[in-house]
């Protein structure tokens, strides 16, 4: 810690009241309150999943009605998308990290970014009454004509709720862009900008664009929830298709939303762990674009059983093989940066890697479901679930936290336990594989999703799914422990404790508000210009 | 160039990057009220498509002379804005004020046709949910049409309505001296938003008001 | 810095192509064109939108990342429908054997 005496105080140590942190403008602090409530929701969305798991232990539904196991799955589905996934990285580390990874003193819009979280809050307020008044039942697809004419669960509190926080997504991708284009510090070229900083506008393009989508989609439910007609209804002439269109033209983008951070931050850990330039930067950089926009061009491949015609169902699939391509090139470039590298295995480098590994698994089964024939019998089954949950979870909250273990002494000035966080890492990427793989196996031999009972001979590959959730939850517990543990009594961290190369390493652990005492000098040679050993 | 009638936020670095954030942010905003709305006419084109003689009965119901009308105020009120933000980039203060008082009266105006025809189509009985009692066999497909009428009129109408608010707080706030040709980025932004309220209309026009005229 | 705004005669012209572009569009829909009256009449706010976008909203004079963002907007739109008209002109009847 800087102990000169004219030093700015740390962001943590400007203003202690309750106020100071409810009323800040500084990115900083808004980042934490962002980190708190989505923590919260995380263990939310995960105790209904536990619900879930205990569940399907056994092939008989027994511990909850169908009805009631349909409002958990939905009630899962709902705050891990829209409360956990989408704005983690972005409103947790972009948050934190953008402004000093580019050297300005904070985002441009510092305001709107204290009310984007408050949005945040309203809309998650919105879920939790619906979850208290008895939940929904309709999946978080909300597919019509369930969701808009039969349901009799609080479809239209909970379509309320995922509008507001939409807003809070568009209103953090707007700051974003405007900052990144208007505010990089002297020096700070398009292409030296670090490959997470890349990932923040890739993702926020993907939000502005996408998001609003959703945002008139949820009102025609809502409006058909109040008035009782829509034009979703069949017997008006309206097509549920159409519904599924909208939607999807928002959700499927809404998964890049997800990735595109969670690549930003692992090229971050990569290059930091073994200490050289990324491999292929200007690829990676049009990859994050590639994967942005192509991202938009494929949404019927969750609609190809669904009644869609056959053409557009073709082309859809080929672009969805298309969509993989810059996310191999990443893969392929990940690992040509780690070839004959000298890596340090820090935890932060344990994500990365399973990272790297569960989302490369999730992404070719992906490709799997791309296929059309073969869609035909996966789809609706345990192997679309285990898809996801490999790119969402293998991928995005491996990546989440190994961004977190990364920069934690940058937010906090301390350091964590590097022993408890590897076991931790471990533990999760075991725990995680014994949760999900089986699920693969169960949908291949053609278990159904968003079932609460199911035939005996599923029974085997339940039971180690549910085994590996204990695992796994446990593996997200121990972070919680080790972190606060760190922050009485961790080891101060210095300004660069890593030796990592990067703006946000060159001013104090925890920075001042304004980020930087002195204006940071931007290395010509671009970012990761680490010496050759 | 007055330094001192510009005030910079704290985390900009001079007063044209402030201009150029405020600017890019409200173009930014903007793209996102394009495909907000652009849903209502993605499915306006897949509902037509499939019930085209639906569309056009519905379309004749809709009144053309109060909706050509409300067109002509709604481009005459982006003209106003537009000089209004002239006025002020030359230095001008009360005509401007009153410019914007303008296109906000004119934003009223627009609404208040927008009551007549509601309370017509309320009269006539073609608000699905409400009071819908058309017949015959185009009955069922026009309630899409009607749907979309309202639910995009609507929506459109919440704009103008903040449209208007906004207006009028800068006619207040131009008045009261608070801007300058160097420093009007809220202006700048209020009339762009204003500008989209009116190019969407511009496209709500023909789709529900000229089809099956012929 | 400001630029100099353009003229009130240059803003009083652009109303008057507006205007003369809502007599047309109101004119062409009497007449009988089929499909073409749906083109003329899109194509014709197009042009009003146009109006409004260069000259009342300053785009002609605007920088690339503001001009970029107008782009996006009407370009995302465009794939939306574009997609989903791909799936609802292609569709075919049920077979049924």
Known sequence: MNLAEHAPPSYLADGVTLRSWLFTHDHKRIAILYALAITFFFFLGGVAAALMRLELATPAGDVMSAETYNKTFTFHGVVMVWFFLIPSIPNTLGNFLLPLMIGARDVAFPRLNLFSWYLYMAGGLFTIACLLLGGVDTGWTFYTPFSTMFSNSHVLLTVVGVFIVGFSSILTGLNFIVTIHTMRTEGMTWFRLPLFVWSMYGVSLVMMLATPVLAMTLALIAAERLFGVGIFDPALGGDPLLFQHFFWFYSHPAVYIMVLPSMGVVSELITASVRRRIFGYRFMVYSIIGIAVVGFLVWGHHMFVAGQSMYAGIVFSILSFVVAVPSAVKVFNWTATLYKGDIAFGAPMIYALGFVGLFMLGGLTGLFLAAVALDVNLTDTYFVVAHFHYIMVGGAVMAYLGGIHFWWPKITGRIYSEAWARFAAILMFLGFNLTFFPQFLAGAEGMPRRYHAYPAEFGLLNVLSSAGSVLLASAYLLPIGYFLWSLRHGERAGPDPWGAKGLEWETDSPPPTHNFTRPPQVDENGPYAYAPP | ?214 | MSEKPPSLRAHVLALLALAFLLAATVFVARFHLGALNAFAGLAIAGLKALVVLFFFMKLKTSGTPVRFAACFGFAWLAILIALTLGDFLTRTPLVVH
Request: include cysteine; proline fraction near 3%.
């Open chain 2, 1 to 214: 160039m007055t330094a001192e009638s510009t005030r910079v936020a704290e985390q900009f670095d001079d007063a044209a990057q402030q201009r150029e954030a405020a600017t890019l942010g409200m173009w930014a905003f903007l793209a996102t009220e394009i495909l907000f709305f652009g849903v209502l006419f993605a499915a306006y084109t897949v509902c037509r498509l499939l019930w085209p003689d639906a569309f056009a009965s519905g379309s004749r119901h809709t009144d053309l002379p109060l909706g050509t009308v409300e067109t002509a105020v709604l481009l005459t009120s982006s003209f106003t804005v537009a000089l209004a933000l002239r006025d002020v980039q030359l230095g001008g203060r009360r005509v401007a004020a009153w410019l914007f008082v303008a296109t906000a009266t004119l934003g009223v105006v627009f609404l208040a046709i927008h009551g007549v025809e509601y309370h017509a189509d309320y009269e006539a009985a073609v608000i699905p949910g409400l009071r819908y009692e058309e017949v015959g066999p185009l009955a069922p497909a026009k309630q899409l049409f009607f749907i979309l009428y309202y639910v995009t009129t609507l929506f459109h109408g919440l704009h103008v309505t903040i449209g208007v608010v906004l207006l009028l707080v800068m006619a207040w706030r131009v008045r009261a001296g608070a801007f300058s040709p160097d420093d009007h980025s809220a202006l700048e932004n209020t009339a762009l938003y204003w500008h989209l309220v009116d190019i969407v209309w511009i496209f709500v026009f023909p789709l529900y008001y000229l089809v099956g005229r012929a």
